[in-house]
Nanobody
Framework: VQLVESGGGLVQAGGSLRLSCAAS???????LGWLRQAPGKVRERVGD????????YYADSVKGRFTISRDIPKNTLYLQMNDLKPEDTAIYYC???????????WGQGTQVTVSS
């Protein structure tokens, strides 16, 4: 399964972006997630949902601002990011896994930069 992210870019603080993650095929994993890594920082788990769309986890830093969703027929995962802050600047990765917080498939990442 190959994952390709898109939708990253430069946005001003308070703005919104929607990231997409297209899978080359249906992956029979349970969990769909987004992670991010800022320069000089460890990778951070942003959030996960199940294939049925049920939320599993959101980091405290993004709760109420970010929403993960999926389109099953399109094999696509989304990350809607609202009220973006400079501290959201990072490379964002989508990932799929059979266990919560453990990922078997990864995308290549897309850069999100939030200017103040």
């Amino acid at each position: 399964v190959q994952l390709v992210e898109s939708g990253g870019g430069l946005v001003q603080a308070g703005g919104s972006l929607r990231l997409s993650c297209a899978a080359s095929e249906r992956a029979f994993t349970t969990y769909l997630g987004w992670l991010r890594q800022a320069p000089g920082k460890v990778r951070e788990r942003v959030g996960d949902i199940t294939w049925s769309g049920s939320p599993v986890y959101y980091a405290d830093s993004v709760k109420g601002r970010f929403t993960i969703s999926r389109d099953i027929p399109k094999n696509t995962l989304y990350l809607q990011m609202n009220d973006l802050k400079p501290e959201d600047t990072a490379i964002y990765y989508c990932a799929l896994g059979h266990k919560v917080g453990q990922y078997d498939y990864w995308g290549q990442g897309t850069q999100v930069t939030v200017s103040s």
